[in-house]
């Protein structure tokens, strides 16, 4: 991989608070022009990570590289960042507000005009320029917090559950959003608990758990390496085969049919042939991948 | 920098296009206005004049007290009244005299009542009628021999409450007999007022160099500039800690503190709230300078406007660096404050500390002024935490040398650096910590990391 294909180099970093390490010597890359999905439960350590990246905080040890740059406070006006826990001035307008945020990304005043009323309009605000936060639906905040994130156009995008609290209509809107962002080369960090979001927008992934990375790699890639043991079947008797061990480590009952995880070695073949064995009448049984939910799930757990 | 002044905007804007700045900038000039103004005004407006009937039997007094109360000779003599006892009256008292003597003029209307000795047992029947009729609205009954021990004047007016024409009236008439008397005793009015001419108590204060300085109006301006920088400290401090909880309650701070340094932003956010402070004073001491004016056009007294100490440049100067080393002082405390607590409310009990030692540095300044030279003057107008209150109390009551107020002025300088170090060391940690106010170890650990 070369310097100009990837925005992000983060390496060997580790931060602290008092007795509690937070984030314990991760690293990772997140390459231009690709969706990086950074997952994890809550208290895994995400929320440090990211302010690390931003710069609100330094490491404790490790380095950060942005654009094949040590993070310093220049690169901050090319990173947009929406924090999960975010607002706005209460009884402050719109606008006033998105000009501040703008100045203070150094967007010159006349540029952050224009793109404030494009992206109002954009985003059906526009009547609601001269408004005051407290006037607003929280939806419609959303929207703003959004639009305050993307005025000075930045290289990297870090989003932090962009989509908690907006309606489906609104979240298919943002996607749309977005998929204009990627296909101008730009780089999106994305990190949520949405697991299907996930798997709908990631290229990459970056799995953390209890300040350690557990799990990294392309969607594809992840996805094959656990793609071999689980089963999705439906079938009349031989139930008791279900129960050996050797064979089934577990089995998750759905609606009509069930999903099998097998166990350690057994293979797809061997049940199959037991279960015709034993009488069952099979109407499915198929090999899939599993999905970023039942990743996050094993990983996490496990 | 260029964001650093974007903060500076922000925070100035958000100040100043405020409704309570705007009422508060506004409103206390335009008070103070109303204060000065209004009186005059209303004092002005005549009554209509009242018909006095004068009963005079032995026909000595009733001549006598008319001329007094002739318009020339009520203002003529109100003048001459506000020259002899103008130290000790102060502008109110003097715009009082001058407003009834000018109300005075032609506000009496004589009824010719001749004296009938036939009918006088019905005289007092008579004149009560007369008022009930509305031919006359008062009446003067002069006792015959004004000697005699129990000489009583009878005044009866359908308008007993209004106090300036009774006041007016009664100097009148005891003028009037005092006249008669003394010129019953062969004594001319020239001869008497030499006679019981006043002392002359020259009371001045004397500075350090050895000028003279009027005492009169410097206490009260002295306790004026006090109570306004005490004002202002108090309500620009708290200004600084409503912006910072806002900015840590509703999560705005991770923003910012991904677009900025922290130190930037706090900065920004004090000098930002600062301006706005000096904004507010330059416009509450431009009214004054207006005022003044007024005033000494008005009133054609420049009497009343020297009385006011004199308030040079330097002093106005002054009396702006040291309201900022003052705001400087408190608005790092409270923004300190605003950054380790989670909700405006638990602002306000932390808020309690700095306001006690602001009120202690106001309480202090009455010991300035009472005593500008002495010890503890001199130690408290250089104190940190104080002196941007008690200073410039000092320089208005009795400017001390240069060395003190340079002095002064350092150590509330290196205060401010210590105490924004401290701050912005709070700020960008605390900013970010949800959830529970810190605690003072917490706040130590805090400071002590980089």
């Given at each position: 991989m ?13 931060k602290?608070?008092?007795?509690f390490?937070?984030?314990d ?31 609100i ?14 993070m ?7 990173i ?31 540029e ?19 408004k005051?936060?407290t006037?607003?639906?929280k ?7 959004f ?26 809107f ?14 999106i ?13 990631c290229?990459?992934?970056l ?6 990375m ?37 089995t ?36 899939i ?10 990983k996490?757990?496990? | ?15 100043v296009l ?27 407006i ?72 036939d ?11 007369k ?17 005699a021990?129990n ?22 008439l ?16 020239a001869?008497?007022?030499e ?10 204060g ?17 306790f ?34 991904s ?21 507010q ?10 005022l ?15 009385s ?9 100067l ?9 705001f ?5 405390i409270?923004?300190?404050?605003g950054?380790?607590v ?20 106001f ?8 005593d500008p ?28 040398p ?16 210590g ?12 900013m ?14 805090w400071?002590?990391?980089?």
């Amino acid at each position: 991989m070369t310097d100009s294909n990837v925005t992000l180099r983060v390496e060997k970093v580790t931060k602290r608070f008092g007795e509690f390490t937070a984030v314990d010597d991760l690293s990772f890359n997140v390459r231009a022009g690709r969706v990086f999905g950074f997952l994890g439960p809550n208290g895994a350590g995400k929320t440090t990570t990211i302010r690390m990246i931003v710069g609100i905080t330094a490491p404790d040890k490790g380095s950060i590289e942005l654009f094949g740059k040590r993070m310093s406070p220049a690169l901050q006006d090319r990173i947009g960042y929406l924090p999960e826990e975010r607002g706005l001035y209460k009884k402050l307008k719109i606008v006033d507000q998105l000009k501040y945020f703008a100045a203070l990304k150094n967007v010159p005043a006349a540029e952050a005009d224009k793109r404030i009323d494009f992206w109002l309009d954009r985003m059906n605000l526009g009547e609601w320029k001269t408004k005051k936060t407290t006037d607003l639906s929280k939806g419609m905040q959303q929207k703003v917090q959004f639009i305050s994130t993307i005025l000075h156009d930045p290289d990297l995008l870090i989003l932090d559950e962009p989509f908690s609290g907006l309606d489906p209509v609104n979240v298919e809107f943002m996607i749309d959003v977005l998929s204009e962002f990627k296909s101008q080369e730009k780089t999106i960090i994305f990190s949520t608990h949405l697991m299907e979001t996930a798997e709908r927008l990631c290229h990459d992934i970056l799995l953390i758990n209890k300040s350690r990375m557990v799990l990294s790699g392309s969607l594809r890639e992840v996805k094959e390496g656990f793609g071999k043991n689980l089963i999705a079947l439906r079938m009349t008797g031989g139930d008791d085969i279900l129960q050996d061990r050797s064979l089934v480590a577990n089995t998750i009952k759905h609606a009509d049919e069930m999903e099998v995880r097998l166990a350690g070695d057994a293979d797809p073949q061997s049940l199959l042939k037991r279960l015709i064995e034993a009488g069952a009448v099979i109407s499915k049984f198929e090999q899939i991948e599993p999905s970023l939910n039942d990743i996050f799930i094993e990983k996490v757990s496990g | 920098m260029r964001k650093f002044f974007a903060v500076v905007k922000h925070e100035y804007k958000r100040v100043v296009l405020k409704w309570s700045f705007l009422i508060g900038t506004l409103l206390l000039p335009l008070l103070a206005a109303c204060f000065a103004v209004i009186p005059a005004v209303i004092f002005s407006i005549k009554g209509d004049p009242t018909r006095i009937a004068i009963v005079d039997p032995a026909g000595r007094i009733g001549s006598r007290l008319r001329e007094n109360l002739s318009a020339e000779r009520m203002s003529e003599r109100a003048k001459k009244a506000a020259e002899e006892s103008f130290g000790n009256m102060d502008a109110s008292q003097q715009e009082r005299m001058k407003q009834s003597s000018k109300q005075f003029t032609d506000s009496f209307v004589f009824v010719d009542y001749p004296y009938d000795p036939d009918k006088a047992a019905g005289l007092r029947d008579d004149l009560s009628n007369k008022i009930l009729n509305d031919e006359i609205e008062a009446y003067l009954i002069i006792p015959p021999d004004i000697y005699a021990a129990n000489a009583v004047f009878e005044f009866r007016s359908r308008k007993a409450g209004d106090f300036i024409t009774n006041d007016s009236f009664k100097e009148a008439l005891n003028n009037a007999v005092r006249s008669q008397r003394l010129a019953d005793a062969n004594i001319s009015e020239a001869r008497l007022e030499e006679l019981s001419a006043d002392v002359e108590l020259d009371a001045k204060g004397v500075n350090e160099l050895g000028e003279e300085k009027d005492s009169g109006g410097v206490m009260a301006a002295s306790f004026i500039i006090g109570l306004m920088i005490y004002i202002t400290l108090a309500i620009y401090g708290q200004a600084i800690m409503g912006a910072v909880v806002e900015e840590k309650e509703t999560r705005i701070a991770e923003i910012l503190f991904s677009s900025a340094r922290p130190f930037e932003l706090m900065m920004g956010k004090l000098v930002g709230v600062g301006l706005a402070g000096l904004t507010q004073l330059g416009i509450w001491i431009a009214s004054a300078a207006v005022l003044v004016g007024f005033l000494a056009a008005s009133l054609d007294a420049a009497d009343i406007v020297s009385s006011i100490p004199s308030i040079t440049p330097l002093m106005i100067l002054y009396f702006l660096i040291f309201f900022l080393l003052g705001f400087f002082i408190y608005a790092s405390i409270f923004a300190l404050i605003g950054s380790m607590v989670t909700t405006m409310q638990e602002g306000g009990q932390f808020a309690f500390p700095p306001i006690m030692i602001l009120l202690v540095g106001f309480y202090f300044s009455f010991a300035v002024v009472r005593d500008p030279g002495s010890a503890l003057s001199f130690w408290v107008s250089i104190a940190p935490f104080f002196a941007p209150i008690t200073m410039p109390v000092r320089i208005l009551s009795e400017t001390p040398p240069f060395w003190q107020i340079a002095l002064a002025i350092f150590v509330n300088a290196v205060t401010i650096a210590g105490l924004v170090w401290l701050a912005s060391r709070v700020y960008r940690i605390g900013m970010l910590m949800y959830g529970k106010r810190a605690t003072l170890p917490e706040l130590w650990k805090w400071i002590r990391q980089s």
